[in-house]
């Protein structure tokens, strides 16, 4: 039976009460519960659909029945920027873990300040997510009708030799994104931009030099955390050295595993050594690696053996954005989630149909294609994003 919507807006309170039911003492008296017991305690009340969908970071228009589309593009128009009761509806049987806003879902101050409480009021406790880089992909600072310092190119900051800049620019931007009402910002790009044909990273990087992109990595994180937002490395493991763009189609590299140790993992180490809470993927194919064609996102050698085991990851997988040319030119929407969570993905963003996504997941737990258990890691990760947010 499905839980409505008034048990995650119990969370809250099962929270603090867990600090009261759950306390214990020792020599020094009551000591409350572990973080890790307070997410245990919520796992253990939610119900099959509620874990599914923490596991589902997706557009505020996937929840709207009403709107059909096959290129990201058709939406712009629409400028879904409130939430309605049609979406409300949806949302009762198919809770989110997060949602992120594109350009068009933004309007200015004033609406951004209706639309974010309505979308956090949604069944699933949804993390507020955006891409807010600085520089060309910035879709609060390009937005001429907010007044917040912008920012040439990431490439520019790395040119300048200095991490305090790279520091400054993440804290600028988290502090804003934060005033705003977000969680969560796809930022810094942590891709060595190797590749002069490269036509979708480029100076979205910092550097072509790892030496020189890895210290600002780790400052640009570290001036999102002490705004009070997440950051997320991107895209693993590595998107710049590839000539195409997987927003429309298939790319890869052709770098051995021991070639990307001395150059884009310098990057990714940076960060996972900081304590980065989360990591995207790449699309992009690596066969030199894999030893197939297969998207990273899909890989479980990227995912599982190289950073998880190899690099010791611990924390938050999230896909790059399932609806991309490079998944779907290939792959189904079914074959796509369920490929990147068996590979070992936590949280999957912007399937192409989130409701038979949903549904795809929910039924692979249900025959035992997916354990229970395996989905519990995963929200487990979630969870604890979320209670720290809380707090």
């Known amino acids: 039976m499905n839980r409505t919507v008034e048990s995650f807006k119990l969370w809250a309170a099962l929270m603090i009460g867990c600090l009261v039911l759950n306390a214990c003492t020792s020599d020094d008296g009551p000591v409350g519960p572990t973080p890790e017991d307070e997410v245990e305690e919520m796992l253990s009340k939610m119900t099959l659909r509620e874990k599914v969908g923490q596991i589902f970071f997706i557009r505020p228009e996937s929840l709207d029945p009403n709107i059909h589309w096959v290129n990201p593009t058709e939406l712009a128009p629409l400028k879904l920027q409130a939430v309605n009761d049609d979406m409300r509806n949806r949302n009762k049987n198919y809770p989110v873990g997060g949602i992120i806003l594109y350009a068009w879902n933004i309007e200015d101050e004033t609406q951004l300040a209706q639309f974010l409480p309505q979308l956090k009021a949604l069944q699933g406790m949804p993390l507020m997510c955006i891409d807010e880089e600085g520089g060309r992909v910035s879709r609060i600072a390009n937005n001429p009708n907010f007044h917040v310092k912008k920012y040439e190119s990431m490439a520019s900051i790395g040119a300048t030799g200095n991490p305090a800049n790279a520091y400054e620019c993440g804290n600028t931007i988290g502090t804003y994104l934060k005033k705003y009402g977000f969680d969560v910002d796809f930022a810094p790009v942590a891709d060595v931009n190797t590749n002069p044909d490269n036509v979708i990273i480029g100076p979205r990087a910092f550097s072509d030099d790892p030496d020189v992109a890895a210290p600002m990595v780790t400052n640009y994180l570290q001036g999102l955390k002490d705004a009070g937002i997440v950051g997320c490395v991107k895209h693993f493991p590595g998107h710049g050295d590839v000539k195409t763009d997987t927003h429309y189609g298939y790319a890869q590299t052709q770098k051995t595993w021991k070639e990307m140790l001395h150059c884009e993992m310098v990057t990714f180490r940076a960060g996972i050594n900081w304590g980065c809470q989360m990591v995207m993927t790449a699309h992009i ?56 969570f068996q590979a070992g993905a936590d949280i999957l963003l912007c399937p192409q149909n989130f409701v038979e996504a949903f549904d795809a997941i929910a039924a692979a737990v249900q025959n035992g294609a997916i354990s229970e258990e ?13 209670l720290k947010k809380q707090k």
């Open 285 to 340: 194919g690596a066969p030199k690696v894999i030893g197939s064609d297969i998207p990273s996102t899909m890989s479980s050698v990227i995912l599982q053996d190289k950073l998880r085991n190899e690099l010791g990851y611990q924390n938050i997988i999230v896909t790059d954005a399932l609806e991309m040319g490079a998944i779907t030119k290939q792959y189904t929407n079914t074959e796509a989630v369920i490929g990147s």
């Open 374 to 386: 395996r989905l519990n890691r995963s929200v487990r990760r979630i969870l604890t994003i979320k």
